[in-house]
Every structure is written in structure tokens, then in C-alpha cells.
């Protein structure tokens, strides 16, 4: 039996990505004013936001829609050719449409824009076509031209299909920013997910409760010993009544040495402790808890009720790490 020949695709797979990233960088340079625009009739529509197209650009649509949904913004997927039979009945007076056609002058879109225009919709188009029907009757366009489809025969659509998807993310990634959507509203709208079940967990499930304890006068041998036993980076200096008067951390601990130099281990807990430490209370989510170490560029923070200084646990970033894996 004859050998078959070998085919080698690596330089062709990397000749597509080439000539996709190309038109990406290309359009991406000439994205201006019209992206303010859309996100902003998205942001204050009246109604929901329709995406409609058909064919590639319809499956383009769905996955736009999906995306829009998922992150707060009240979005459908509408088969322009299944409007035509019935399905229009679910675009409503104040909606957005968001239309994707790469030419234009897909008959299946042209023949519902009267309608939506008597329902008084705004209208994105999402085309390659600036001088297209679609284009002409849309309140504002998004160029999806692309130079070079990544196709040998320059026929399927592939990196206009990928700019028409990319642009459909830039929408959705500025309305997450407009709207000041949040980790835990991710997890809200994705409950059944392993993203959304571990951002929805409260502090309380995860903080520790055996903590590393000193007293205000303990020496900074067994403040040293205390910090390393209990392995939490951490340790809370209390009163006697177990108030919280402050805190030891690793960077406490070097900051004494470098003070103190030889006499460090003459001090005591309240000549190297923090009074100022960060806290949070345990039935907030820890998306609350990560935002707030990060901001503050910290490692720990002290778990207790508003208004109380007596400590319930320690929440400690390695904990949050374990947790997301």
C-alpha cells in the first residue's frame, strides 16, 4: 500500500493567526466615538437589548447576547429570519438592537428595521459595510471592515466573523465597567458554577479560629514564636478582656529589627505593633474580603462585627487562594 503523503499545517495555522490578529490591531486603531455612544444607549435603554443577525453572524450574535446577559445587561439572541414569522413580537418600544450583518445588505435584517423604527428602537449595526443600508438607518455603527478574511478563497468568514465577536466583547466588557459590575454579581447570574459558588462564600466559611494571641508586655522572642507556630504571617495583640488593641505581622516584625537593631529583643508587643489593621465582617463574601487585601496591598485581616474590637477569626489571602483552586 502506497504511503499517504503528509500534510504539515503549522505554517497555515500560523498564517490565520497572523492575518486574524492583523485585523484585529486594525480596527482596533480606528475605534473612536461610536463606542461611547453605543455603550452609553445600552447602558440607559428603556428596554432589553435584541442582537439579531443569521448564518455565521447569527451564531456570532448568540454568543454576544450570552456574554451580555451574563454580566448585567438584560440581553436576547432574535433570528432575523424567524422575526419575519412571529418572533418580532418579542422586541418591545425602547429596546436596543444590536443588528450584525458584515455586508449590510442582509435582506432578512432590512426587512424589520421599519418596524423596529415604528417601535422607536435604537439601533447598533455591527457591519463591514459604512455605506450600507444597514449602516445608513442605524443610530450609530461599529466598523467590523476587515481587509482579508484569514479564508484562502477569501469566501467563509473568519476574521470578520472574529472582529464582529470581538467588538460584541468590548461592549460587554465597558458596560461591566459602566454599570460597576462586581465579582459577586458575576456569581449571582452563574450559581451553579465552581466561579460562582466560591464567590459567594461568606467570610465565615473559610476565616480561622484558633488564632495566634499575644499580650500588650509579651517579649519579642515569644512574639516571634508565636507569629511562626501558628503559620498565618499574623498575630492579634489583645487586652485582657480580649479587645484588640492591635496587631504583629511578618513586615512588623522586620520593621522592629530595623529599628531596634540589637535591642529588639528587649521590646514588648505594643512598641512593634499596628493599631491600625484592616477588618471585615464574617457574613461579608469573599470577593469583599480579596478586593479589599488587594487594595490595601495586605496578606491578613481581622474578622469581627461592626462596632465590637473582639476578634472571631482571620482571613488570610493564602486561605482565599486554596479555596479558588
Given at each position: 500500500?502506497?504511503?499517504e503523503?503528509k500534510?504539515?499545517?503549522i ?12 485585523e ?10 461610536e ?18 443577525g ?5 451564531i456570532?450574535?448568540?454568543?454576544i ?14 433570528n ?9 413580537g418579542?422586541?418591545e418600544?425602547g ?5 450584525i ?8 435584517i432590512?426587512?424589520i ?31 467590523a ?26 461592549l ?11 465579582a459577586?454579581n ?13 464567590l ?31 503559620r ?10 480580649e ?14 529589627i ?7 529583643m ?55 487562594i486554596?479555596?479558588?483552586?
Amino acid at each position: 500500500m502506497e504511503n499517504e503523503q503528509k500534510h504539515d499545517f503549522i505554517t497555515q495555522a500560523k498564517e490565520v493567526f497572523a492575518t486574524e490578529i492583523a485585523e484585529l490591531q486594525r480596527v482596533a486603531k480606528d475605534i473612536g466615538n461610536e463606542i461611547n455612544i453605543a455603550v452609553e444607549l445600552i447602558y440607559k435603554a428603556a428596554g432589553k437589548v435584541v442582537i439579531t443577525g443569521i448564518g455565521k453572524a447569527g451564531i456570532v450574535g448568540h454568543k454576544i447576547a450570552s456574554s451580555l446577559a451574563s454580566t448585567g445587561t438584560n440581553a436576547i439572541f432574535l433570528n432575523a429570519a424567524e422575526a419575519q414569522h412571529g418572533d418580532l413580537g418579542m422586541v418591545e418600544k425602547g429596546d436596543v438592537v444590536i443588528a450584525i450583518s458584515n455586508s449590510g445588505t442582509t435582506q432578512e435584517i432590512l426587512n424589520i428595521l421599519p418596524v423596529l423604527k415604528r417601535l422607536q428602537c435604537s439601533l447598533i449595526a455591527i457591519t463591514g459595510n459604512l455605506e450600507s443600508p444597514l449602516a445608513h438607518q442605524a443610530n450609530v455603527v461599529l466598523d467590523a471592515h476587515v481587509a482579508r478574511e484569514a479564508c484562502p478563497l477569501g469566501l467563509a468568514p473568519t476574521s470578520s466573523t472574529t472582529v464582529e465577536l470581538v467588538l460584541g466583547d468590548v461592549l460587554t466588557v465597558c458596560l461591566i465597567n459602566r454599570r460597576n459590575f462586581r465579582a459577586e454579581n458575576f456569581a449571582l447570574y452563574h450559581p451553579g458554577g465552581a466561579l460562582g459558588r466560591k464567590l459567594l462564600t461568606q467570610v465565615s466559611s473559610i476565616m480561622k479560629t484558633q488564632l495566634p494571641v499575644v499580650q500588650q508586655d509579651t517579649t519579642f522572642q515569644n512574639i516571634i514564636y508565636e507569629v511562626s507556630s501558628k503559620r498565618m504571617g499574623i498575630t492579634l495583640v489583645q487586652y485582657q478582656n480580649e479587645e484588640i488593641m492591635g496587631v504583629i505581622t511578618d513586615g512588623d516584625i522586620r520593621r522592629a529589627i530595623g529599628k531596634y537593631g540589637k535591642d529588639v529583643m528587649q521590646i514588648v508587643a505594643t512598641d512593634c505593633m499596628s493599631i491600625h489593621y484592616k477588618s471585615i465582617e464574617p457574613q461579608e463574601m469573599i470577593s469583599d474580603a480579596l478586593e479589599l487585601m488587594e487594595e490595601h496591598k495586605i496578606m491578613n485581616l481581622v474578622v469581627q462585627q461592626a462596632n465590637s474590637r473582639k476578634a472571631l477569626g482571620i482571613l488570610s489571602m493564602h486561605d482565599i487562594i486554596e479555596m479558588r483552586k
